[in-house]
């Protein structure tokens, strides 16, 4: 039996990961997975009732589960105050989840700006220039006057070597293409060390092929030509910006999953996209990302756990998703569809099957 975690995060989180968890039951039920599910306290809401957005309870709970499906946090709108603080920074440093996996997959008739796009950016997740996770304390921003800001950039090699063979590895699973993204014409040791430990690997996948863009090329490339890539891997900024460009090409933030993996004990279903507060409550936010990242939660669970029903699930799911796409009244208006957040669920429903 897998124990997996429900936290809805903030705005839109309450009505895509509801959404997510519907579909992942039944999908399990039609595949005899025993799933214990278990409902946790994170955000907004938690502050309210535990007095904390990552609420210690909630912490020893994660680490007794195999993974858990974390909605969009909306952490620009919470107070300035010690204990509202911004919690997926936390979880992906406390689980050690290392590696962020963001597809990017083009559907007819949504929108897309391409067809034919499936690619997928492995994004380094917990160093690089992100202050608020590349310090054990402290911060990676500064200012020692009114005129000057630092920003600190982290690279490791242990950090750049271990995103790299998770991109090697799903590469290998894939159409066994690995593309390294940098800019070390420039950042000579930061990007330098990067690429050092991106090399060092080729010898042990000499069926995947490997090469290099840099990154400001890498931004045009996917604009004009995205169905040359396959697996991207990059450090940490660089991919957070890149998987967003990547999302503009096929419908937008709506249709960006994401999964953060890291040692092989535990996955994280999180979007890419935010909160969305400018539309929570209506019904319209388009859950696609949320399911594929539970999707893609089940699938890296039924091979880590060997558990063949997982791996079924998820491809049920898979079809289903991609069936209800194609449903232009159920389909929500972020891609060209007439319906809302309710129809395009319930179209997924009609569509799971053995
Ligand atoms: P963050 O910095 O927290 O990632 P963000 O600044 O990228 O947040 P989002 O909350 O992702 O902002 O929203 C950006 C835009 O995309 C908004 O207009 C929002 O409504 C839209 N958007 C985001 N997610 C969805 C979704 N699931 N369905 C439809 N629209 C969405």
Redo the contacts with the bound molecule.
């Keep these: 039996m897998m124990k997996i975690g429900i936290l809805h995060g903030d705005?839109?989180g309450h009505e895509?990961v509801p959404a997510a968890v519907v579909i992942a039951k039944a999908a399990a039920g039609l595949h005899d997975v025993t799933i214990d599910w278990r409902p946790l306290s994170i955000g907004a809401t938690a502050l309210q009732t535990h007095g904390h957005t990552l609420p210690p309870e909630t912490m020893e709970a994660l680490k007794t589960l195999d993974g858990w499906i974390l909605g969009?946090?909306?952490?620009?709108a919470y107070p300035k105050q010690p204990n509202a603080v911004n919690p997926h920074p936390i979880l992906r440093k406390q689980f050690n989840l290392f590696a962020n996996v963001r597809p990017t997959q083009s559907y007819p008739g949504i929108g897309c700006l391409h067809d034919n796009v499936d690619l997928v950016i492995v994004r380094e997740n917990n160093e690089g220039f992100q202050p608020d996770r590349n310090m054990l304390l402290g911060n990676a921003e500064f200012r020692p006057n009114d005129e000057v800001t630092l920003s600190m950039r982290v690279i490791t090699r242990t950090g750049s070597s271990r995103v790299a063979r998770a991109a090697f590895e799903l590469a290998r699973q894939r159409r066994k293409h690995l593309t390294y993204v940098h800019k070390d014409t420039v950042f000579k040791l930061g990007c330098g060390m990067f690429v050092e430990e991106c090399r060092k690997l080729a010898p042990e996948f000499p069926d995947v092929l490997l090469d290099d863009v840099i990154v400001d090329t890498m931004a045009m490339r996917l604009v004009r030509d995205p169905q040359s890539f396959d697996v991207i891997v990059t450090t940490n900024m660089f991919g957070d910006i890149l998987s967003?460009e990547a999302a503009g090409l096929v419908g937008?933030?709506?249709m960006?999953p994401g999964l953060c993996i890291g040692d092989g004990d535990v996955a994280m279903a999180q979007?890419?996209?935010?909160?969305?507060?400018?539309?929570a409550g209506k019904g319209?936010?388009?859950?696609?990302?949320?399911i594929e990242s539970t999707r893609m939660m089940f699938e890296w669970l039924g091979h880590s756990r060997a558990n063949a029903g997982a791996v079924r699930m998820a491809q049920a799911m898979s079809r289903a998703t991609t069936a209800a796409l194609a449903d232009e009244q159920a389909r929500?208006?972020?891609i060209r569809g007439k319906g809302n957040t309710a129809t395009f669920t319930q179209a997924i429903l009609r569509n799971l099957s053995k």
């Design positions: 705005d839109i895509i969009p946090i909306g952490h620009r967003d937008g933030l709506g960006a979007a890419t996209h935010g909160s969305a507060p400018d539309i319209i936010a388009n859950p696609y990302a949320m929500t208006g972020d």
